[in-house]
């Protein structure tokens, strides 16, 4: 037992409380107080991950064109802290493959308008509970490959806000692993099979809120594949200005990420005319404008049939 210990567990020597404050004070100051970061501290000292070579083609193009970010994160503490999830990611998988990790559960999301209740039934929301994580599904198999775990590319655009807005690298870390753990595992496991339904899902929730323009795209071949991958992936951090990719995370992590779909539909729609009337349309979300965007969203998630909805609170699963 150290003297720190010592100091804690039996209080000050003779009950002097000052002089034992300035002690203790004394000894964090001297030795500190082990922390590991959530795991980033270690990650940090395992050196390259296997991914590194990959990560560094990416970071070096991450929002070049935004002198925000570019003033405020370099491309060396985007590195180290993709680095650092690259070997959670695989430690997790591993963990998974030979049994030793469950997955996390999820939070029940509030009320977009603040009520107690959603403009669902409870069960149509059930699926927050359920389980969802990045080291894969109950139902995957040890050895199957698309539940593999591992650096993908477009993350180095997903933790961009994040190191934006943290205080620290380990306050970016903490907080994008938690995103990618819980929000959104299904976009960084295996195939992204993740971005792939929740593609699928903007193609038929266009359908359903204004079928004129869902029908002119896919005449064009316009399907969202083709024009919203970036922005599923991304929950839209790929569309700048970075402050309004601020705002909208602000409603998205409020009151679900899964909304994101629902965004980007928005936005299809704020673009409707120049879309209606081009006869080769090609969407372009560019420049994001978070505030007419949610209120979109707010209406059309009104519109989202009970099961539809509940697809899109799995899909990123």
């Known amino acids: 037992m150290n003297e720190l210990d010592l100091l ?31 795991g980033m501290s270690s990650a940090y000292t395992s050196g390259a991950s296997a991914c590194y070579s990959k990560i560094r083609n990416d970071t070096f193009r991450t929002l070049t064109t935004d002198p925000l970010f570019r003033r405020r994160v370099t491309e060396n503490s985007l590195t180290r802290v993709l680095n650092a999830i690259a070997w959670k990611l695989q430690d997790a998988n591993e963990s998974r493959v030979n049994g030793w990790m469950s997955p996390p559960t999820l939070g029940v999301p509030k009320s977009i308008d603040g009520r107690d209740d959603i403009f669902h039934s409870p069960a149509s929301i059930s699926t927050r509970h359920g389980r969802g994580s990045v080291t894969g599904t109950e139902g995957s198999e040890m050895g199957d490959t698309s539940a593999h775990v591992g ?4 993350m180095n ?30 976009y960084v496991r295996g195939s992204m099979d993740g ?14 809120v204004d079928p004129k323009l869902a029908s002119h795209l896919l005449a064009h071949g316009m399907k969202a594949e083709i024009y919203a991958f970036p922005s599923v992936l991304t929950l839209c951090a790929c569309t700048p200005p970075l402050p309004e990719v601020l705002q909208l ?15 980007i539909v928005a936005q299809l729609v704020l673009a409707r005319d120049h879309l209606l009337n081009s006869s080769s349309p090609k969407p372009d979300f560019k420049p994001l404008r978070a505030k007419p965007v949610i209120e979109f969203t707010v209406n059309f998630a009104r519109k989202i049939p009970e099961g ?3 697809e899109m609170l799995e899909h990123a699963k």
């Open 308 to 310: 539809l909805y509940q």
């Open 249 to 263: 995370w602000d409603f998205l992590f409020a009151y679900g990420s899964h909304l994101n779909l629902l965004c």
């Open 8 to 38: 804690v567990q039996r209080g000050p020597n003779n009950g002097d409380t000052i002089g034992g404050l300035e002690e203790l004070r004394h000894a964090i100051l001297l030795d500190g107080i082990p922390s590991n970061s959530d």
């Open 195 to 208: 971005v792939h339904k929740g593609l699928a899902l903007v193609d038929r929730i266009l359908d359903l």
């Open 157 to 186: 655009v997903l933790a961009a806000p994040f190191l934006y807005a943290a205080r620290s690298e380990a306050e970016a870390f903490a907080a994008f692993d938690r995103c990618i753990t819980y929000e959104c595992p299904g």
């Open 151 to 154: 650096y993908v590319q477009g």
